[in-house]
């Protein structure tokens, strides 16, 4: 737990004749340790002797800092410091039940210092537990944040007269504070997510604003934590019937700023405070994978995200990919007008992409993309084309989910079937004269699908694949050479292959016929004539003329 500076000795109250009790002038020395702080075995009834005493009579609040001395004691006596924390959570929780810890106007000096001093010792109570909270042990920070937050839920009607300054001035914002703080993915993190926010509407909203605000702060508050709280809440777009209860009763029942539209909109605000901060990649990335199913329904204006999704497509490489979903999902929903979006989605189309982490992802928006039967087929042929020419170079992983989408294509677009097989003649004028060589009409490197030529071209390199050395992509690239009796492939079905599953396939099945082998084993390789000299032999055989 954080060192906290000694607390000063508080005089003794005396009490006056029809005055009351009243505190002296505080002195200047610290708190000496109570006598046999270190020698009890069993503390408990010390600490619940003093925690009486304060409760009885107002004259033993100086305990109030023998006790915070106490907490101070975790590493000499862990069970004296629980129950300290415990004993000071039930005197301040009764302490402001009674209302003695809220100074009205009409208090005259004496109970304002007495008031006033409550309150310094209760704010020096809470700074342990949040610092508990942020470095102790987890059973030790998840037992901080549950009396923590039960103190909070007294301060409303005990320590502030106004139930707005109780969310937005109190313990609460703290508690957020330090939250965000910890390392993404902490258990305190989901506790509070799980155990409060979604649980109760008032907790939800006013979390929502205290992240806004957060985001704003860029040297207190670590952004990663922001956005990890922001994704992991559910339910904000649910409908208005079920919504959560509240955490604090409010004493005038405005429940309009805990709906859920109220609710969408703190999340909103919440979000967008978020995107105007510099992001760095992974940031931007976890972000977009998050846009179409988290942060996308939640808006109640989609059409903020148009820029931040625009300039994320302008980036290349996985950023775009990831950002294409989202933006379609704009162009569909709130008529986004983006006329270049097909061109620079046809410029994703590198050899990056069929070895991307991504290329699940991406061939699944691509089959949702050229879906629409509207699409000119020329433009369907230009993707189908370039894809083709990149399997040429691909891992055989990708190419199993390039041929059964190319398949689905066609049966969506049979005018671009032509493409399966062409014949070249010498009076063709574009494929140039056979006998001086094959002249392919799609242009590689042309930006626009629309001026490629791919329509006029053929389907050369996937019958080359037929040819390839792994055999399920030999099988799988026939596919296109029979007749197209199959309505449609599940793309789904090839998407999660790899290296390593292909692998296993092919060790786990099982030969029916054995394969042809050398009746005689070779005594070298490389070497034409076993009883060739070494002067002889070229140098690839010297090289590689392994004896067996």
Known sequence: MLEIKRPKQIGSLKRKRGAGATLSTARKSSTPLPQGAHKHEDPAPDISNLEGQILKSRQYYNNISTLLEYMRLSEVNQFRNNEA??????????????????????????????????????????????????????????????????????????????????????TFPSIVQVVVNLITGDRIQKIFVEGYVEQYSDIKFYTLQALTFASTKKSTVKLDGIMSILIAVNGIHGSEERLEPLYINPKTRQYNMYSRAAQRRAAQDAWMAVLRCKLTDMQRKDLLKAMPHRIAPIFLRPELLMDFLTDSFEVAGS??????????????????????????????????????????????????????????????????????????????????????????????????????????????????????????????????????????????????????????????????????????????????????????????????????????????IFVANSGQSPESQTAVARLWGFEV
């Open 85 to 170: 924390v415990l004993a000071l959570c039930r005197i301040f929780s009764r302490l402001m039940a009674r209302g003695i810890m809220t100074a009205p106007q009409h208090l005259d000096q004496n109970e304002s210092i007495i008031t006033e001093w409550l309150r310094r010792k209760y704010e020096e109570y809470c700074g342990n537990l949040l610092d508990s909270l942020a470095n102790g042990p987890h059973e030790e920070r998840r037992a901080s944040l549950t009396i923590l937050m039960q103190l909070f839920r007294e301060e409303n009607s005990g320590l502030r007269t106004n139930a707005e300054l109780t969310w937005k001035k109190g």
């Open 319 to 524: 950023v775009s990919l990831l950002a294409i979903s989202g933006l379609f999902h704009l162009m569909q929903e709130k008529n986004l007008d983006y006329p270049q979006f097909y061109i620079k989605l046809y410029s994703l189309l590198d050899f990056q992409v069929l070895h991307s982490r991504h290329r699940s992802r991406f061939f699944r928006l691509l089959e949702v993309f050229l879906a629409s039967t509207h699409l000119p087929a020329i433009l369907v042929a230009s993707f189908i084309k370039r894809l083709s020419r990149l399997c040429l170079g691909a891992p055989p992983s990708a190419i199993v989910v390039v041929v059964p989408w190319i398949y689905n294509v066609f049966k969506n677009h049979p005018t671009c079937t032509f493409m399966i097989h062409r014949d070249w003649d010498q009076a063709d004028g574009k494929a140039g004269n056979p006998a001086a060589g094959f002249c392919d009409s799609f242009r590689m490197d042309e930006g626009d699908p629309m001026l490629t030529g791919a329509i006029e071209s053929s389907l050369w390199e996937i019958e080359t694949l037929q040819s390839h050395y792994h055999p399920n992509v030999a099988a799988i690239s026939r596919i296109l050479s029979e007749q197209f009796t199959k309505q449609k492939y599940n793309v789904e079905d090839f998407l999660d292959h790899t290296y390593g599953s292909m692998l296993d396939t092919e060790l786990k099945k099982t030969m029916k016929t054995s394969p042809v082998i050398e009746y005689e084993i070779p005594k070298h």
